[in-house]
């Protein structure tokens, strides 16, 4: 009751500051447009205290209700959910196989190179492709006379033609090498089953012969850029034979030509290459005394392959 009371009076004198304030700021209107005008105070009467006093007192004393308004549920959130994690990236495809060698073992050596050269000392290796050819012959005599042994790399397809010359090649102690069977200078880029022909063709006529090879040539020398064609060889267990010297005597270039180039390119261990069919070969036929004569001054030793196939 007493708090009520003590409400009441400051009420009333609130109302009393608000009155006069009022007052104040017509006064100064009025000053500023003309003569003053005695301000009219409004008198408070005992009936305006009494019912602003009573107006106090008669408020509630308990607590006073307050109306909230209630919090609207939150909206659930606008935003994507999370993307699922990135799949992991797919790993790259096995690389193909070298082409055509599926089924084929592995290359193992010394399969797995091409023979060039053979030992360090001073021996040279002279080979002849391409026979045999009605110019074999000849050749077999050149080198009966000057007591050397070679290797010749035969075309199967040609052996039934000339089996004196063949039988007297073999009885003379020389060296054997497959050719294939009817020279595709395109061999190593032929299907396995192809490549097997050719070289086991040659491979079944030779041992009619009574003799087998531990070698093969490609025709051009081209064993290609996969290992096709050799790991062929390797099922024959015939090595990959290939030159360190070549005059090009295929091309006939002169019978100079020819002696200089085997003269001034040879090296230890070097296989030569020559040729005693496929063509002409008058030209390297003139020049083969001349090439034995001049390897043998340089202190080299001629001899064959050895039929083995170990080079």
């Not at 006064?27 to 009219?40: D, E, K, M, Q, R």
């Not at 397809?157 to 089996?163: T, V």
Request: aromatic share 4%; proline share 13%; glycine share 12%.
């Amino acid at each position: 009751m007493r708090t009520a009371r003590t409400v009441g009076v400051a009420v009333g004198a609130v109302l009393v500051v608000v009155l006069t304030g009022t007052l104040i700021v017509r006064a100064g209107l009025a000053g500023l447009s003309g003569p003053a005008v005695p301000p009219t105070v409004p008198s408070i009467s005992q009936e305006t205290t009494t019912a602003s006093v009573a107006a106090a007192t008669s408020a509630p004393t308990g607590p006073i209700p307050v109306t909230v308004a209630p919090i609207p549920p939150t909206p659930p959130p606008t935003t994507s959910p999370p993307a699922p994690p990135a799949a992991a990236p797919t790993p790259p495809a096995a690389a193909d196989p070298p082409a055509g060698s599926a089924g084929l073992p592995p290359l193992t050596a010394p399969y797995d190179t091409v023979l060039r050269t053979s030992g360090g000392d001073r021996v040279a290796y002279l080979t002849f492709d391409d026979g045999p050819s009605k110019y074999t012959g000849r050749v077999l005599d050149i080198l009966a006379a000057a007591g050397v042994k070679a290797t010749f790399c035969q075309i199967g397809s040609q052996l039934g033609d000339y089996p004196d010359t063949e039988r007297r090649l073999i009885g003379d102690g020389h060296s054997v090498c497959n050719h294939s069977w009817t020279h595709p200078v395109n061999i190593a880029a032929l299907p396995p089953t192809d490549i097997d022909q050719q070289i086991g063709r040659t491979q079944q006529a030779l041992a009619g012969l009574g003799v087998t090879a531990r070698y093969f040539r490609a025709p051009g020398g081209d064993f290609g850029a996969t290992s096709t064609l050799r790991q062929v060889c390797q099922q024959y267990q015939t090595r990959p034979l290939g030159w360190a010297v070549d005059p090009q005597d295929w091309k006939k270039p002169g019978t100079p030509a020819i002696v200089q180039t085997v003269l001034g390119t040879i090296t230890p261990g070097a296989v030569i290459l020559l040729h005693d069919g496929g063509g002409n070969r008058e030209q390297t036929l003139a020049a083969l005394p001349a090439i034995i004569t001049g390897l043998q001054a340089q202190g080299y030793t001629l001899a064959a392959l050895p039929p083995d196939g170990t080079g």
